[in-house]
C-alpha cells in the first residue's frame, strides 16, 4: 500500500520568503508527526497532530513555523520568514494512533535550502 | 537533541561479520527504545523496538540489547551485508502517559565493505 509521501522533495528559496511543506500520511493513521534533519544530525522533533486533539507544538523553534492537519489526514507545514538556518530535511512521519508504541513511518522528506 | 555535526561515529565492517552499533540514552525515564536504519535520500526506516520490561529482543539478523543500569542499547546485525550500509539512529521515549515524544541520536554511519 502507499507510505507516508511528501512535497515537494526539493525545496529552494530565498531567505525572507514563506514556504509551505506537505505531508500526506497512510489512510487510516491518525497520528502525524513533523520532525528536522539538518545535515548529519539525528532528527530534532517539531509537532505532533492525533486525532481532534490540540496539536503539541513543544517542538518548534521558533513562531515562524506553524502546522496545520485538516481533517484528520493532510498536514502542512508553513515556515514564515525563512532564514538559512531553516535549511534541512523536513520528515513528516504517521503511526496507527496514539498508542505511543506504535510503529511510526516515515516519508521520505521534503530537503528545504534558503539562500 | 545532541548532535556530531558533519561527523557522523563511522562503523566499517567487512561483509559476513557481525556489527554492534551502541548507543547512550539520556533518560532513566524512557520506556520505549527503537532502532531506526536511514539510506540516503529516505526516510527513517523502523528496525526494532524493545520496550524497559526487557533487556534483550531478536528479529531477523537484528539483536537489541538494552541496558538500564547504565542507559545503554545496542544493535546487533548478524552477516552484514552491503545492503546493511546506512545510518542507524536509536530512539527513546516515554510511553503512556509520558507523551509520545521520540528523541533521537545523532547516529552511526555504517560501512560495509564488500
Known amino acids: 500500500g502507499a507510505g507516508v509521501s511528501q512535497s515537494p522533495s526539493n525545496k529552494v528559496t530565498e531567505k525572507g520568503k514563506d514556504v509551505e511543506l506537505r505531508c500526506d500520511p497512510i489512510s487510516g493513521h491518525t497520528a502525524l508527526y513533523w520532525y528536522r534533519q539538518s545535515l548529519g544530525q539525528g532528527l530534532e522533533f517539531l509537532i505532533y497532530?492525533?486525532?481532534?486533539?490540540?496539536?503539541?507544538k513543544s517542538g518548534l523553534p521558533s513562531d515562524r513555523f506553524s502546522a496545520e492537519r485538516t481533517g484528520g489526514s493532510v498536514s502542512t507545514l508553513t515556515i514564515q520568514r525563512t532564514q538559512q538556518e531553516d535549511s534541512a530535511v523536513y520528515l513528516c512521519?504517521?503511526?496507527?494512533?496514539?498508542?505511543?508504541?506504535?510503529?511510526?513511518?516515515f516519508g521520505p522528506g521534503t530537503r528545504l535550502t534558503v539562500l | 537533541g545532541e548532535s556530531v555535526g558533519l561527523h557522523l561515529p563511522t562503523l566499517s565492517v567487512q561483509e559476513g561479520d557481525n556489527s554492534i552499533i551502541n548507543c547512550a540514552y539520556s533518560n532513566s525515564a524512557s520506556d520505549y527504545f527503537i532502532w531506526y536504519k536511514q539510506e540516503s535520500g529516505k526516510g527513517p526506516q523502523f528496525i526494532i523496538d524493545?520496550?524497559?520490561?526487557?533487556d534483550k529482543r531478536q528479529g531477523q539478523r537484528v539483536t537489541v540489547l538494552l541496558n538500564k543500569t547504565v542507559k545503554h542499547l545496542s544493535l546487533q546485525i548478524a552477516a552484514t551485508q552491503p545492503g546493511d550500509s546506512a545510518v542507524y539512529f536509536c530512539?527513546?521515549?516515554?510511553?503512556?502517559?509520558?507523551?509520545?515524544?521520540?528523541?533521537f541520536g545523532a547516529g552511526t554511519r555504517l560501512f560495509v565493505k564488500a
Open positions: 497532530f492525533q486525532g481532534n486533539s490540540a496539536p503539541d
Open positions: 524493545i520496550r524497559s520490561n526487557m
Open positions: 530512539a527513546e521515549g516515554k510511553g503512556k502517559g509520558g507523551g509520545f515524544k521520540t528523541i
Open positions: 512521519a504517521s503511526s496507527l494512533d496514539r498508542d505511543f508504541y506504535n510503529e511510526q513511518f
